[in-house]
Every structure is written in structure tokens, then in C-alpha cells.
């Protein structure tokens, strides 16, 4: 199980059970995802381990701590997006930060995926119900405003984001956030 | 999109001759005679050396040389015609004309396009006329919080200030318009009055991106004048006269551009400055104020004012000539025509005799008219290309630059440029006010 | 007051000193992007951008299409560059799928890539050219560009949002003589380009106006999660088609760009030095290229993904555009996010804009290779 071997894997591997049971993982990113559940133990979890791809769900409470370790310990230094995806059969909403790295060249390649959830409540009042995060901007400045875009579009409110306000949304939007799945769009 | 370029028919062009042939028949029937009528039978006519002066005679009078070239000489010889067609606003409106269109067409080239190319028939000559006729018919918007007296006075002022200042450039010798002792004192005067109606119209226009353009206006127009007048300077104490006229004459041999080249490229750079060319195109910033200054005027006002415009920059570079490339001096290119032709030839079977024309060629067309004619207009056009060159070249700068360049570069270089008239005058190269 | 204020407008003080400008949508300097400016006499205060004129929707209306009818859909964003915002997108659906891309295939789609990248960067450097007031270097790249599109139109039948690559790999074949009418185009390209560099690069009043405005340090460039060539121009090396090369790019020879200032004038370097580049990359893939081959796997009508996710991201024009797809066994994607590159440039604005001259802000503005109508989706 070499390290270069297991990363020119085609890209046709199928994740049927937890990764830990997959007996061919690539090794360079099970370590990155070792290290980390190895820290914080039972808050978190390794959801997959592929190719230049590693997901870890985070309970919300510690999702500071672990985004402060994943920047100092193992030197990802940016993110390349935060995706907030809505499960209302689960009544969560999950908040995905896709990180990578510029300046490490082993990690040009790795994004890690750092996924928690949060609370979702039926009809939403954004920055005032129970649907709030840490906010990772101090940890890394360039979430600000993808973080911005996750507020306005799904409500989530981010506990210590300088600006918690509408982006993309017009000034007068008095709706529902829109990427909820019970917004439905004209004509569907 | 209509057809740009329609396919000839035949049909159609028979029948616009018809129908045009039709309305001149029916015009002239209807008008034409009914005027004719009354001319013969109900005025009374002169009697010229004995004979009535009918339409007839009138015609034939007209081609009669000797009758008819005094009256062109003592014409020519007015006022009026100074003022009106040569070398005042006929002939300045011409040049400006050409140089609208050969900007375009040189921009053109440039940028690898063709430039106006429909609108008549070789290469797009008539679109200068297509875009006045389109001008004429727009209707004139006023903002309802403009200041209405200033408003449509200013462009009546800006063509006013441009036609003054056009009308002290000799263009041959004795041919100019106003000929005073201190022209070029008087060209100061002039040049001085255009930020005030730049300012004007941007204020009366009461909105806030003139109001923007014409601060800009101001900032430049400001600056420049200072080094403008500084380089001229040097010319002045070279020449030690401040008549146009005069400063042409004493570049009998030499231009002073030879002598004074520093002077003539901070001349150059400030008359791009107050001609408001790219690359000092702020006051009219497309890509940050709309139009400038120039935003509110509608119709043919902003045809005034791009003809002011465009006879200002003829003014400036017929300046520029007259003082460093030596106006109308220049090689002898059409001799003057010897006296026996104007008296009459007889070659075997042909005899040419045009009576009347000696003492005309003699006083008013001579030699020295013509070939000061042609080389002031070859090098205007020289000039004027190097101010349109720039277009197609360089950026906007940005209003601190301009600052800078205004008031610390340029300044000095004219200060230097007066340092090297003055050593020249020291130094026993040259003499004042010597006419060579 | 008795102003009916509409609900959820956001209200804000207005100061005496400080004149905030609205440099707007419907504006010649700012292409269709508000951007909230505070000015203190001739320097910025404070900028705040306003996105979002020009939002559609993009990722909520492609959770109502299936993988297929998703291709028109995404390449909207960017018209002239859909080759490369598709790319992420048919990648990650491939490998959600398991579908393996015939070899010609893989080198035909960096040919359309590279011809993208020519087409949005010299669309680029037109609207760099005006909002400097340059108008030859507006009509110089708008005229270029037409070579470029006219070797996509010959393609993929269409000259901008063609459509083209689908899950399986491309839509159709190239035509016959492509490879010579192509090598000639590119080769006349790059003659061109090189022509560039004596009226806009060493135009010593455009280099007045853009050396040392807006810079932007290294540490910087890193922090803010910058990417492209805001991210070259600043001195990090990190090109996606080098550091995690995808398809074809495995086997090409990609020389990435990298200047040191960061100032404004190297931000607008950098995708001419791009450009110059892809000549090279497509003459390279038309030479490597397999002569004959099928360029298209047939898929089964409404595929499926699992209950899986994916994140693939591609070179784009603007800098690495990233496709997050998440499926949930249905024709359609559960959720679909486009992380494009001028999103994640636009953190630079207030940070760089702020003590800048406001004669400034349309060199800073447009040199960050923003594009508003992706930044909006």
C-alpha cells in the first residue's frame, strides 16, 4: 500500500461502509485525518478518505478548535468555499468548508472537507433562533465572505462574523432564506 | 437591421431621376418664371455704359473676365472675406471638418477597422455632413434645474472664444483676420477665457457629473496655461516682437524649433492639455463621469461645441506652427506667372488672353498668397496629425499625475527652455529682433 | 418618520465629512457590480462591495435538473469561458457515475479550454482597455478574440456558451482540417499577443497608472484565499493544471506564470503571459493528440449518482473554479456549489481599496480578473 500507487487510483472507488473498514486507503491522507480524530477523540468523525480528498464531520461546539489545529498543526491555509447544505428530513442543516493549502507543497493537492451540523428549525428567524455557528473567520480570513453568502442564503448566523448581512440578496428580500429546500421556485 | 449596402436596381434608380426630374420641372414652373416675370417686366433696371443690365447681360457678364475680375479682386480685398472665407471661418470650419474625419479614419487604421466607410461614396466622405444633418434635427433638452441664460450661452460663448482665437493666426503673409501689434499677448488673452466658459456651462448644467467634468476642466486648463505661456517666451525674446506677422518673417531662414526644441515639446504636451486630448481627456472621463462637462447638451448645441472644439485645435497647432516651424516661409513651390502670359499668348492658332487678370494676379492671388497658402497647410496638418496620434496610443492619466506634470515638470522645463533663449542671446549666437 | 420603510431594508447614518458614492450597476466604470464607496476628498475610506445585480439563482434552479440538462444551465455564468465552468461540473459527474473518458476525448477538451481562456482574457483586457480610457486596447483584443471564437465556432457550432462537454466527454468530433486552420489561427494569435506588450505593457502612462496601486503582499494573497492570477501576481506558484492536473493535462507541459509585485500592474500581466502560454498548450495537445477515437461514452438515460459527494476544481480564466456536488440517488443533484473564482477574489476589494486614490479604483477593480455575472451566479 504505497503512497504513489494509492494516489494514481482511478477515480471509480465506491464508499459502501465507513472508511475504516476499506482495507486499500490511500495513506497520506489517512494520516491527515489520523491526526486529527487522534486529538479530539469522540467529537469527531472521518467520514470518507479518497484520493486528495478527506471529510471530517465536527460536532458544533468544537469546530473552532479543530479549524485552529487543522490551520497550525497541518498547515491548510485557506478555503476554498463553504457550502451549506439543507436536510429537512434530519431537521439539520450541514455547513461544509472545503480547505486547502498554497504554501505546503505536499498539500497542493488535499482538500479537506470539515463538515458540521446545525439545528434547523421550521420556520426560521436568521441571527435569532437556534441556528448558529462559531464563525471561522479568525481562524481563516477568507471565509468571510463565503460566510455571508451561507447566512443570507440558508440562515445561518455565524457567532463572531464581523458582518452578518446580505450579499447577493436584494436589499428588500423579506422571504424565507431561499436555498432551504421548502422555497420552491416559480414555476415548479 | 436595414441593408447596409443595397443591391442596384435599375427600376429604383430610373425612378428617383423621374421623380426628381418631375419636382425641378414643377418648382421652376411655379417659382422659377414667376420670379423671372417680375425681374424683366415690373423692376427697373440699371444702364450699364449704356446698355440695360437685364439677366441677360448680368450672365454674360459673369464670364466676361475683364468685367468680372475686378470685382472678384476688390472682393477679396474686403473685410468681409477676410473674416468670412479666408483665412478666417471658411477656411478654418474646412480644416476642421477634414480633421474630424481624418481622425476618425486614422483612429481607424489604427485599431485595424475601417472607420466610417457608407456614408458616401468613396470611404465614408460625406459622414461628417450626415452627422451634422443629424445633429440639426435632434431636439435641445434643458434640465428642467439648469440655469437657462447661461446654459445657452455657453456654447454660444465657447465658439465665440474659439473663432477669436483663430482670428489672429496669419496664415500668408498680410492675410490675417485681426492684425494687431501685441497678438500674441491678445492669443493669452483668448486661451485665458476658456476654463471660465468651461466652468460656466458645467455649473449652469446643476448636476453632478458636469459639475465633476468641469472642476476637472478647470484643474487642467489652470495648470497648463502657466508653462504654456512660459515656453512661449523664449520665442519672444528671440524675436523681440510679439506681432504674429512679424515672429513668421523672422523665420526667413530659420524655424525655432531648431534653436528652441525644448520649448516646442512643452508647448506641444500643454496644447494637448488645452485642447483636453487623450491623454488629457479627464474633463470628458467616459469611463468615470459620462460625458464630462459636455453631459448635458443635447442637439446642436454640442455640435457648437465640437466645433469650437475642433476650430480650437486648428487655432492651436496654426500657433504652433507660426511659431516654431515658420508659418508660411518655405521653398518656392508655384512661380509666380511671368507677365507676358497675363498680357496674352498667341501660339500658331491659339490665343489665350484673360484682360483684367494682370493687375488680380499681380496684387491679390500672387505667388507669394499661393505657396504661403499651401506650406501653412502642410504644416498644420503635420501638427495636427502628431495631436491626433496620442488618441490611439496611450490611456487617460490619472488628475494627480496631471497635477504634477503641470505644475512641477513642465514649469520647469520652460524655465529651462527661457535659460537656453537667454544664453543664446548672450552668447552673441543670435541678436534680438533680427529679420533675417 | 413617516416613511413606510419596506421590510428587511437595511437602513445606515450618513456622515458630514465622508461622501459615499454609489459607483453602481448602471454605471460606464463598473460593469454590472455596485460597489459602496466612501471617499474622503479624493481617498477611499472605506469600500464596500454589492454584489448580487445580476443573481439568479444558479445553484437552487440546478437542483430542479437532472446531470443532463444541468450543461446548458451552468455555463451561464461565464458565457465566453462555459467550457471551463463545465469542466469541474462533468469531472464530478463522472466520477459520481463511474465513467471512464476516452483518451481523445480528453485532449479535444483541452483544446476547448485553452480557446476559452482566450476568449474570456481578451474580453478582459477589452473592458481593462476602457475603463482606463484606452480605446486600442479595446478594439485590439475585441478584434483578436474573433479568431478564437471562430475556432470554437467551427467546434462546437456556437461562439460563446457552447454547451459542449458532456458526462462522457464531448458532445461532437472535431470538424476535418481543424488541426491546420487551428495551428495557423494560434500561430497568428501569438504574433498578436506579442504585439501587446509595446502599446499596453510598456505604455509608460498605463504603467503610471497601475505600478504600485492596489498591492497586495504574499502573506496576503494566502490569507485571503485569493486564487488565479491575482494569487500568481503576487508570488505564490499555484496553478491547478500543474499542481492537480486533470484529464489531459497529465501528459501536457504547462509553464505557469509567476510575477512578484502584486501591484495592479502585474495583475493585468499575468493573463497575457496566460495567453501566451495556451498557444503553447494547444499545439502541444493537437500534436499529442490520438489521430482517431470515439470522443463520446453513451450514458443510460437519466443516470444516477449515489449517495456520495464530490469536489472537483479546473483552471478557469478568473482562477480555480470548484464544483461541490452532493447526490442522494436521484436524477438530480441534492445540492450543487459553484466555487468560482471571482467570488473568492472579491475579499480583495475593501482590503485593497481601502487609502487607495479614487482615480485608482477602476485600475484596482478590473485587475483583479473579477467577473460580476460569476461572482453573482
Redesign the interface.
Known sequence: MSSEESKTK???Q??TAPAKKEPELPKFEKDLSDKIVTKFGADTEISFVKP??V?INVKKEKIKDVATFIRDELNF?????V?G??FPKEKEIEV?Y?LGS??DPKL??Q?L?LATRVPREDTPNPGKDSTKLQSLREI???????ER?CFEMLGVYFDGHPDN??????????DIP??RKD?A?KG? | MSVIAPKFRLAYLLKGVLNDVFWIIVLVTLIGFPVIMIVLFYIELPVLEGELLTPFLAFTMIAHPELSMPLIDSFMNTDFFRIAVFPGFGFAALIAAGTIFAERKLLAKLQLRVGPFYCGKVEGILQLMGDGLKLISKEIIIPAKADKPIFWAAPVLFIGAAAAFVALIPVAPGWVVADVDVGLLAVFAVIGFFPIITILSAWSANSKFPFIGGIRALYQMVSFEIPLILSLLGVVILTGTLNLSEIVESQASFPWIIFLPVGAIVFFICMLAELERIPFDLPEAESEIVAGWLTEFSGMMYGLVQLGSYLKLYAFAGLFVVLFLGGWTGPLLIPSTPPEILSGIEVGPIAVDLPGSERFVDRTLNAELINGVIWFVLKTVGVIFFILMPRGVFPRIRIDLLLQIGWYKLIGLAFVNIFIALGLLYSGILEPGVIF | MSVKIPPGLQLEKVDERIMTLNVGPQHPGSGHMRLIVQVDGDYIVACDPDPGYVHRGEEKMAEYRNYITNIPHLERPVIHDSCNILYPYVLGVEELLGIEVPERAKYVRAIASELNRFSYTLYWLAIYGIFLGHSTMFMWPAGDRELAIDLLDKMTGARVTHAYFVPGGVRNDLPANFEDVCIRQVNYLEKRLKAYADIFYDNPILISRTKDTGVLSREDAIRLGTTGSVLRASGVDFDVRTKEPYDAYEELDVHTNVLKNGDSYDRSKIPWLDMLESCNIIKQALEKMPKSGSVRVKLKPNPKGGDDEVYKRVESGRGSLGVYIVSRSKPEPYRLKLSVGSFRNLICLPYLLKGEKLGNMPAVYWSLNYWPVEADR
Open positions: 482511478p477515480v471509480t465506491t464508499q486528495n480528498r471529510r491555509d485557506h478555503a476554498e468555499s457550502t447544505v439543507d461544509v472545503h498554497y504554501t497542493n493537492k482538500i472537507s481563516f480570513y477568507s471565509v468571510e465572505f463565503h453568502e448581512r446580505r450579499l447577493l440578496l436584494p436589499e428588500d428580500w423579506a431561499p436555498m422555497f421556485t415548479r
